[in-house]
């Protein structure tokens, strides 16, 4: 089997990150924190997800001039991804997540979005054809509105962060992924498009609806939890890898949730990405 032709538009950033104890509470200051810098950034995470796990995949994004441009995609370059259409942004920084995990793996993220906020719709024409393209909420949505008209069999958004998404974009998308507070905060117009919606529900798994009818539900795999960053995106890379391939919705969602599991049992967002092989090895025990 070729490899599929995966398209993303999104978000490259520089995570910053302090392991603690606990995480503070407004107002608070906690110490004793070891720090960290990761690649990261939604759009280039899921990227990675797909490379690794078998597609050619092509990032539309924006960064800096800045020295933290090359860290941002350093392992995006390492792993083979298309960087041809990524910009240099001679206005703006390149993007920054501030991070703070926790003894038992639970985070908080602030993104300084920099160049990211300036991913135009100009910087998406003549992306593509592609088997799927894959966006999330991470860049400005005239963006996204361009990425919507790549030639593509599969149309993705992955809504995080949520905030208001035009009713025809969330129509138009072949696959809309959420976890449950990005679920609750779209409420019934998640499901009023005829593609496949992805809901991923932390402890309790994920479930696929078609048409706002489940066709699939995975339990979530039992392992131990390390870091939890970037697990999502995993999941999001992993599901439109195996649609781009035609695998069966529950095939599909099988795989993504073992992709995502066994990112939590690593540290930082694109270090802890798992490969096709870890993947696959993983399913092949847990059958
Ligand atoms: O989903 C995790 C990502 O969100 C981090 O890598 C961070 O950069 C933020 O974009």
Redesign the pocket.
Known sequence: MSAAKIVIVG?A?L?LVAACESLPAPGETVTGASYAE?P???G??QTLAARRLGAEVSMVARVGTDANAEKALALLRADGVDLSRIIEDENAPT?V?L?AVDAAGENM?V?ASGANAHLEPRDVAGAGPADAVLCQL?VPLGAIEAAATIDTGLFAINL?PAMPVPAELLERADLLIANEAEAEFYGDALYRGSGLVAVTLGGEGAILYREGQEVARMPVYAVPVIDT??A??TFCGALAVALAEGMEDGAALRFASAAGALAVTREG??PSLPWREEVEAFLKDKA
């Open positions: 978000s950033n995570d990761y990261g950034g939604k280039a995470n993007g997540a991070i993220i993104v991470e995080a960053v970037g999502g995106d967002a694109q």
